[in-house]
């Protein structure tokens, strides 16, 4: 099958390409590699940069795919060089920031959860990752949180009362994973990373994620006009149906 240099296929990385917070499979690097040498393949995640290359085996990530975009695409690369990088720093100003900060932190202060560990704000480029469990859960207590969180709803009403305070502050909150919820400015979730592939020519983009319905950190991106949206709900469904979009096109 020649190569459509108009058309690229777009990824998801947590809970798409890999299980939640684990490394990718041997199978699905491999079948991702192939797929490299059919279509321009691009990556976009909601976490760092080092966090995805964590789960990808690597930094070499950066350059083994045409467009890696970290931060919902806040961070993005091409060909393997940093093409731009934003600041919610210089979005919100520092006055505004630890209101909000400040407020989070005290909101967590007040519940009560099956436990509790480290790192509840995470502070990167383009958003703030909050996770009332704590990033420093164990595999075991992320599972028991998510299990708990189904039940308890504790991210969603989080959310309905950062919304009920901040409503003029220009943020907006998704949540994803199965821990914590992202925050950041209106516009600046993973369609921003359409902007440089309009640039660079693509016509058609597919887009496969997994948390694609209402409120999920791939929804926006979806559902928006410009791509052809794939809901997966695993890695191995993934493949399944990258593998039938390919033979359809051939």
């Known amino acids: 099958m020649e190569v459509d240099s108009s058309t690229i296929y777009l990824f998801d990385v947590d809970g798409t390409l890999t299980k939640p917070r684990q490394k990718i499979t041997a199978d699905m690097e491999t079948f991702l590699m192939m797929l490299n040498f059919k279509v321009t393949v691009g990556l976009v995640g909601g976490s760092d940069v080092g966090k995805i290359a964590e789960q990808m085996k690597g930094m070499h990530i950066i350059s083994k795919f045409p467009y890696v975009f970290a931060e919902n695409g806040l961070v993005a690369y091409?060909?393997?060089?940093?093409?731009?990088?934003?600041?919610?720093?210089?979005?919100?100003?520092?006055?505004?920031?630890?209101?909000?900060?400040?407020?989070?932190?005290?909101?967590?202060?007040?519940?009560?959860?099956?436990?509790?560990?480290?790192?509840?704000?995470?502070?990167?480029?383009?958003?703030?990752?909050?996770?009332?469990?704590?990033?420093?859960?164990?595999?075991?207590?992320?599972?028991?949180?998510?299990?708990?969180?189904?039940?308890?709803?504790?991210?969603?009403?989080?959310?309905?009362?950062?919304?009920?305070?901040?409503?003029?502050?220009?943020?907006f909150f998704s949540i994803?994973?199965?821990?914590?919820?992202?925050?950041?400015?209106v516009g600046w979730d993973k369609r921003y990373c359409l902007r440089l592939l309009e640039q660079d020519g693509y016509k058609t983009i597919h887009f496969f994620g997994d948390k694609t319905s209402e409120g999920g950190n791939d929804f926006e991106i979806y559902s928006d006009p410009r791509t052809i949206g794939h809901s997966v709900s695993s890695p191995d469904d993934t493949c399944e149906q990258v593998s039938r979009l390919l033979q359809q096109q051939q």
């Open 78 to 171: 091409k060909n393997g060089e940093l093409v731009w990088k934003k600041s919610i720093v210089n979005y919100m100003g520092e006055e505004k920031l630890q209101t909000f900060i400040n407020y989070c932190l005290n909101y967590m202060s007040k519940i009560s959860l099956p436990c509790k560990r480290g790192n509840f704000i995470e502070f990167r480029n383009g958003l703030i990752n909050i996770c009332p469990v704590g990033r420093s859960c164990s595999q075991r207590e992320r599972e028991q949180f998510s299990q708990y969180d189904k039940e308890h709803k504790v991210r969603e009403k989080f959310v309905e009362s950062l919304n009920k305070e901040f409503p003029d502050l220009g943020l």
């Open 176 to 185: 994803g994973g199965q821990i914590s919820f992202d925050c950041f400015p």
